[in-house]
């Protein structure tokens, strides 16, 4: 027993792991800190879907004006092209579904949910640098909404965990161009499994509170910032973050967050 015990010791010792310094709650503790996620965004960062293209062609270049998505494999050939005003992907959520249908293309909704608007994708050049086939894909900012091309209102973070993990939101910035309502939308983890009949995803409200204007201000309103659970999600649901004005935000406008997966 005690050769086996030295064994396990030295087992432990080599891998640099020293069980015996640590209680059960600090390896949990330790794990979790571990996947510790911060994303700061601004109105030059926010972004709405992202798609993938993983055909033949050497690229796959995207375009957006005046209400119309498209692509072009290769750059001046179209391959898809979409009326963002159509009834059947005017949000972005039909958007990406029609487009995951399509061969070789990829759409994920990033800062976007399901129920925005499709108008609300930033105007886009085709060119080299909205490649598609890249590595990462391409994703497509955010506009006011309209056929005009505006500054962009809305700053966004979107969370999308990693597959059979839940994001646990645990605070959050900002700094909004004018008072606006710092809001949280996704499917919280107690609905996991639910049976009522209620369709709870990133369309769903979760939390909304009016933020000062041009103001930097702290949510929740906590003095331990990154040791608290302010909201934990069901497994693999988007997640999105929203701050929004009355008025263009300015580059000193931001919002910043801190979640953990698990």
Not at 78 to 96: F, Q, R, V
Not at 211 to 217: E, P, S, Y
Request: aromatic share 8%; charged share 20%; glycine share 8%.
């Amino acid at each position: 027993m005690k050769r086996l015990l030295s064994l396990t010791m030295l087992i432990l010792t080599i891998a640099g792991v020293n069980s015996f310094a640590l209680s059960s709650d600090d390896v949990i503790v330790r794990e979790y800190n571990a996947k510790a996620t911060a994303q700061y965004v601004d109105y030059n960062d926010s972004t709405l879907i992202n798609i993938l293209y993983s055909g033949s062609s050497t690229e796959a270049v995207v375009a957006v004006s005046s209400g119309l998505l498209t692509t072009e494999a290769p750059l001046g050939t179209t391959d898809l092209s979409y009326d963002l005003g159509y009834a059947s992907y005017d949000t972005l959520g039909e958007l990406c579904d029609v487009i995951n249908l399509e061969d070789d293309y990829a759409c994920t909704l990033t800062g976007g949910k399901r129920d925005d608007s499709s108008l609300l994708l930033d105007f886009v050049t085709a060119a080299a640098a909205t490649d598609a086939k890249a590595s990462g894909g391409y994703s497509i900012m955010i506009d006011t909404g309209g056929l005009t091309e505006t500054d962009p209102y809305i700053m966004r973070i979107g969370i999308t965990p990693s597959t059979g993990k839940r994001v646990v939101l645990k605070h959050c910035s900002g700094n909004i161009n004018v008072a606006g309502n710092l809001t949280v939308y996704g499917k919280l983890g107690k609905y996991a499994g639910s049976t009522d009949g209620v369709t709870r995803n990133d369309t769903t409200l979760n939390w909304s509170q009016v933020h000062a204007d041009d103001t930097a201000t702290n949510f929740p309103n906590s003095t331990t910032i990154g040791n608290d659970v302010w909201m934990e999600f069901a497994k693999d649901e988007h997640v999105v973050i929203s701050a929004g004005s009355t008025a263009a935000q300015a580059s000193t406008n931001y919002i910043w967050c801190l979640w953990n997966e698990k």
